[in-house]
């Protein structure tokens, strides 16, 4: 599999666009001015605490307050509470946990108010950032993300990636990881960590440790609310958790940007530093590459499948609710209950690639074309959670019940993508989907005729539509003709409406 990362960068954005196989498969976005991101660990204050949730509102500088609950504290908070006190005061100067003494953990089903008090300081971690009229969710169980491994302060811990399922290879991790890790921190191995040597886990590890020595540091000059460690920039938090052998080049028009990721890579796999690209031409990178194309047609409330089946994306305040509809395919299976099942295994590779593109969090409920054999029923819910297995977002996938609707759970920690697909409808108030979009629909249509063998095909759309199609040295109407081999002329109409299009034959008869 081929995997490429193409990275475009504005003046107040970047956009990351994860293709495989030249299939968009992610796309991230990093506000500039983003100031809670999932991993950033601040000095925050106490604001007040809710002995009816449990829970406490704390100040991290953010407009609406961080909601901190009492099974986020962690167990060592006593001992997190301690260590932050010595730093702070400057009685500790050796950041590392070699010396410390650590108190008794708290206990797990107490209350609040007896651990921490209004106008405390505390260091906190975002888990989830600001959502909607939410402020951002905080732990203060720390952990500092590497390459191949997690550093835990104030725990003993090790553990390995359940995604890691040879019990060999899970020993000789945790025997590397027991003879590396520094006293007073656990280490959770991380899925790439398959196969590493010992020297590269603790090259990593030394790394994640500096930046602990480096955040308390911060700790005695720092007045609460304050940043005192910052995740890594998004660039190199998608390579640091996605990087791969698979990657064959990672492009971007930002020339800052791409040292960046040379220095990135020459610490990470510096074997693969070449595949570092600076994109220099005037065509827009997301152009150039398809993605523009790409998100048109993948993030509208309709989004088309192969063999004409498509999905119907809707969100309600409490849960997504995808439809899945097998459309005006052909049926070239033995049965009923065949297509039935090839429509839906079709639709729940879609499903898998629409959850993580969009960043889809909360309940998901998928209406799934109707299946009445238990086989056919078990088939699809295995291959719904082998599809899945790709995402690094926490999730669960339920069997079909018995309305043929499968319900999935996912980790919702960023706010979901929404791209603006549609535009002004020229022929009345309202809007309708982008020219892009339709433009897929009306190729599917021609695709079918022209295997029918249709000759002289006529195409009859909407005067801006039909400019569309033939705009340009390189239009649609020209790449039309050099993959099908046929010309298709294209009759403007004016009293067409914007998705209209009818295909007729020489003799002006309707084709479809």
Known sequence: MKTELIIRSNSSDIDFALLRDGRLVELHNETLDNKFSVGDVFLAKIKKTLSGLNAAFVNVGSEKDAFLHYHDLGPQLTSLKKYTQQVVSGKRKDYTLKDFHFEKDINKHGKIDDVIKSGQNLLVQVVKEPISTKG??????????????????????????????????????????????PKGFGVILRTVAKDIKVAELDRDLQNSLQRWVNMCKQLPQAQAPRKVLSELNRASSILRDIFDESFSSIITNDPSLHQEIVEYLERIAPEKKSIAKQYTSRVPIFDFYGIEKQIKSAFG????????????????????????????????????????????LIAASEIARQLQLRDMGGIIVVDFIDM???????????????????????????????????????????????????????????????????????????????????????LHVHTFVASHLAKGLNSIQIQWFLKYKKWIKIMPREAFLYLDYKFYDKNNKLIR
């Open 372 to 458: 009445h054999a238990a086989d056919h029923r078990k088939k699809l819910y295995d291959f719904m959670r082998e599809e899945m297995k790709t995402s690094r977002t926490k999730h669960k996938v339920l069997p079909p019940s018995k309305f043929g609707l499968i319900q999935i759970t996912r980790q919702r920690v960023r706010p979901e993508r929404n791209i603006k697909t549609k535009e002004e409808n020229p022929n009345k108030n309202g809007e309708v989907e982008a020219p892009i979009v339709l433009v897929d629909k009306i190729e599917y249509d021609l695709k079918r005729i022209i295997e029918k063998n249709k000759k002289d095909i006529v």
């Open 301 to 344: 409330k309709t989004v088309s499948m192969k063999k004409g089946a498509y999905l119907v994306i809707e969100h309600t305040e409490a849960l997504h609710v995808i439809d899945v509809n097998s459309g005006n395919r052909s049926n070239k299976a033995n049965s009923q209950a065949d297509t039935a099942l090839e429509v839906n």
């Open 136 to 181: 951002p969710r905080i732990s203060s169980e720390l952990s500092i993300a590497g390459r191949y491994l997690v550093l835990v302060p104030f725990s003993d811990r090790v553990s390995v990636s359940q995604k890691i399922t040879n019990t060999k290879e899970k020993e000789r991790l945790k025997r590397l990881a027991q003879s590396i890790k």
